[in-house]
């Protein structure tokens, strides 16, 4: 009786913290503000008489946990509008200038909605740098209020990283300055400031990096930006009737999720493209929900890279699976496509996300390489005994690594720089079964040595920064930093991490 009584209140209290259900909005349309209820308040409504709850109710609460797992569908893409396509940024004398700043974005017809975005007023550029060159990013915040630059999968110095320490005031500017370490990858930045990176993430701070190298430049694979090779930003969001993002309002301490997708900042798109080969680089920009993207037709298509880099060959299958923070390359062959039939990238509930349209008269020939990369998982990191263990746990404000919340001034693990450990993550279940946790290290590409003492599949043998681990799996890494610093880890569900699901390594 008393493990019950303890897992009923945990469903009060998650039902009572979290912003997830729809019945935390009064009948205004206006969310509660729980975190203005004085513990007192809090207490009260702890020591509400379960007893006199209706199954309703009850059903209600199980939904607070249960959406995560069956979460509010997204709506379908009507494709009236074409995507838009961030411009490319290239350094000049080795500068790339890097602007926060506060904006209007028309995604609905006539209607402005307040955003924030990287040089403009929706999401960023993509940044373009190559691998060897020496580059400053140039931050600048015009946002009012503090943000840092997080570069997330790069290989760069701690002080350098943007985690919560490197807070830059408004009005600021900081220069970045690093080499590129690191091979041909889709990489992104966004901000990570302590308690404001979900909000200023939801509101369209993101931003994409493309790393070239010498190995990408002599592969047979679609590269022109725009015409066979794109970026494609999934998002959803939630909009009140105004069509604006009142985050604070459809906040879910479990991750906060939304019915309509914004594919690139574009509100029901399409992509036009030529009869041919197109590589489509897929970045879960989300600050919860996951997506499995397959072809409404059931189609196959290729798998060419994971987080940070390629693949060593091309995989074929028929979907792929991106929880927040991970990205994918992915080749898709519209030459056979008659053009009569419709064809679309859905989501595992069939979900139209983003419908195709072709465009007959382009075309290629691209034979795609059948060797792209030389990754692999050595003898000697198998053999490694594990160093650091780590274990998630928890759910909505009560997400935890090993017991603790993240505390800026303590430092949870130590590293030598330029030494392989293997981390051990376990997610250990809690009395609802558990949630997937995206786990995320910064500074560095990793390898995932084994899934529950398996191999990981294919798609998941090549470099990687973020990993998803399912509720009751125990992932092993190879971990290395090629530099100094203090570096985060942490679930990339937004909200665990604000809610303190996040540590810290020292390298040394
Ligand atoms: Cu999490």
Request: proline fraction near 4%; charged fraction near 25%; hydrophobic fraction near 35%.
């Amino acid at each position: 009786m008393k493990s019950k009584l303890w897992i009923f209140t945990l469903l009060v209290t998650a039902a009572i913290i979290s912003g997830c259900s729809e019945s935390s909005s009064d009948s205004n349309g206006n969310a509660m503000e729980h975190s203005n209820m004085t513990e007192e308040e809090m207490a009260d409504m702890e020591g509400m008489d379960h007893s006199k709850m209706t199954e309703e109710e009850m059903a209600n609460m199980e939904n607070v946990h249960a959406s995560h797992t069956n979460p509010l569908p997204l709506n379908d893409s009507t494709g009236e509008n074409e995507l838009a396509l961030p411009p490319l940024l290239e350094p000049k004398n080795g500068i790339v200038d890097i602007t926060a700043q506060k904006g209007t974005s028309e995604i609905f017809e006539g209607v402005q909605t307040e955003t924030y975005g990287y040089n403009g007023s929706y999401l960023g550029p993509i940044i373009r740098i190559k691998e060897g060159e020496t580059v400053t990013f140039r931050t600048n915040n015009k946002l009012s209020e503090p943000t840092t630059f997080h570069w997330h999968g790069v290989d760069i110095p701690g002080e350098g990283d943007g985690g919560p320490h490197q807070i830059l005031e408004p009005g600021a500017t900081e220069d970045v300055k690093f080499t590129v370490n690191q091979g041909a990858s889709t990489l992104w930045f966004h901000p990570h400031p302590e308690g404001a990176t979900a909000e200023q993430v939801y509101k369209g701070l993101a931003g994409l990096i493309y790393i070239e190298d010498e190995n990408s430049k002599k592969l047979s694979l679609p590269n022109e930006y725009g015409v066979n090779d794109f970026s494609l930003v999934f998002q959803d969001r939630q909009f009140n009737e105004e069509k604006q993002f009142d985050y604070q309002a459809v906040l879910n301490e479990d991750g906060t999720i939304g019915d309509t997708l914004l594919v690139n900042g574009t509100l029901n798109p399409k992509l036009t493209v030529g009869k041919e080969k197109v590589r489509l680089r897929l970045l879960n920009g989300s600050n919860a929900r996951e997506y499995t993207f397959k072809l409404n037709n059931g189609e196959e298509f290729q798998q060419i890279a994971t987080d940070g880099g390629l693949l060593n060959e091309p995989q074929s299958m028929k979907e792929i699976t991106l929880t927040p923070g991970e990205r994918a390359e992915i080749i898709v062959d519209f030459s056979k496509n008659d053009g009569k039939s419709e064809i679309a990238l859905v989501n595992k509930e069939d979900a139209i996300l983003l419908p195709f349209k072709i465009d007959e008269e382009r075309t290629n020939s691209v034979e795609i390489s059948n060797t792209l990369n030389d990754y692999a998982v050595t003898e000697e990191e198998i053999n490694l005994p594990v160093t650091k263990k780590l274990e998630l746990y928890g759910m909505g404000a009560a997400v935890t690594i090993n017991g603790k919340q993240f505390d800026m001034n303590r430092i949870d693990f130590k590293q030598k720089q330029s030494e392989t450990e293997i981390w051990e993550i376990f997610n250990k279940p809690d009395a609802m079964g558990g949630m997937t946790h995206p786990f995320h290290i910064h500074g560095t590409q990793f390898k995932i040595v084994s899934i529950d003492g398996k191999e990981p599949p294919v798609s998941l043998q090549g470099w990687k920064d973020t990993v998803a681990i399912e509720a009751g799996q125990t992932v092993k890494l190879a971990v290395k930093f090629n530099n100094k610093g203090i570096y985060m880890f942490h679930c990339h569900v937004l909200e665990h991490e604000e809610n303190g699901m996040m540590g810290q390594v020292e390298v040394f």
